[in-house]
C-alpha cells in the first residue's frame, strides 16, 4: 500500500553539537526540526540549523539538502570544496568524507536515508 505522510509544521525541536572527537573549530549548535520518520527508522525528513563552526563528517547514509540560507563551506578530503548558499541543492553520498564549515548561521532542508 502506498501512502502520503504529510510533514508537520509544528515539529519539536532538537539541539545538539558535533560529537567532541569531530569538531574541528568554533562551538556550533545543531537545532533540528525531524519533522518525518519512516516506521522502520531509516528515512527521515526535516529541517537542521547550525551556528558557525567546524567539524569532520563521515557518511554512511544518503542525504538531500536544500540550504534555505546562510552560508557553508563543505570540502572532501580529496580536495575538492563547495560554498553553499540559499538556493543551493545537493546530494551527499555514502562514503563522503571531509568538513563541512558553518560561516553564518545555516538553514537545511534535508532528506536522509541510512543503510
Known amino acids: 500500500m502506498t501512502t502520503l505522510s504529510p510533514l508537520p509544521i509544528d515539529a519539536a525541536p532538537e539541539t545538539g553539537a558535533p560529537a567532541a572527537d569531530r569538531l574541528l573549530s568554533g562551538a ?22 547550525s551556528t558557525p563552526g ?4 563521515v557518511y554512511d547514509e544518503w542525504e538531500y539538502c536544500e540550504i534555505l540560507e546562510g552560508e557553508s563551506v563543505v570540502a572532501h578530503d580529496d580536495g575538492r570544496s563547495w560554498r553553499l548558499t540559499a538556493g543551493d541543492r545537493f546530494v551527499i553520498e555514502p562514503g563522503f568524507q571531509g568538513r563541512w564549515t558553518v560561516v553564518g ?10 543503510p
Open 54 to 57: 567546524a567539524w569532520r563528517i
Open 28 to 49: 556550533p549548535v545543531f537545532t533540528t526540526w525531524n519533522a518525518y520518520e519512516s516506521p522502520d527508522g531509516k528515512r527521515f525528513a526535516g529541517t537542521w540549523r
Open 105 to 114: 548561521t545555516t538553514t537545511k532542508r534535508y532528506v536522509v536515508i541510512l
